[in-house]
């Protein structure tokens, strides 16, 4: 199993930041997949899911109406796309399997994200 995620960065408040998750070694299509944060000091956090057609999405509470997963099955790939960004969004953001709200077992090497104020 593989994740790769990527498309991090620094952005001003206020901005949009698109990540991509690279998945491999796995039935991607067969998974519910989602993404997951760490912030400086903090416990890693759910951020939102997809369904395994991507039909049907959720976010936490943090983000909804900011953030939209989506995923494209025939590239076996993830997406976060975050607009609205805020400082308390500043963290390393990982893509991974999920069953509820919990992550899978395999976690990529997670990509960057810093919000300035």
């Known amino acids: 199993v593989q994740l790769v995620e990527s498309g991090g960065g620094l952005v001003q408040a206020g901005g949009s930041l698109r990540l991509s998750c690279a998945a491999s070694?796995?039935?991607?299509?067969?998974?519910?997949m989602g993404w997951f944060r760490q912030a400086p000091g903090k416990e890693r956090e759910f951020v939102a899911r997809?369904?395994?057609?991507?039909?049907?999405?959720f976010a936490a509470d943090s983000v909804k109406g900011r953030f939209v997963i989506s995923r494209d099955n025939a590239k076996n790939t993830l997406y976060l796309q975050m607009n609205s960004l805020k400082p308390e969004d500043t963290a390393d953001y990982y893509c991974?399997?999920?069953?509820?709200?919990?992550?899978?077992?395999?976690w990529g090497q997670g990509t960057h994200v810093t919000v300035s104020a």
């Open positions: 070694g796995f039935a991607f299509s067969m998974y519910v």
């Open positions: 997809i369904d395994r057609s991507g039909g049907s999405t």
């Open positions: 991974n399997s999920v069953v509820g709200t919990a992550p899978g077992n395999y």
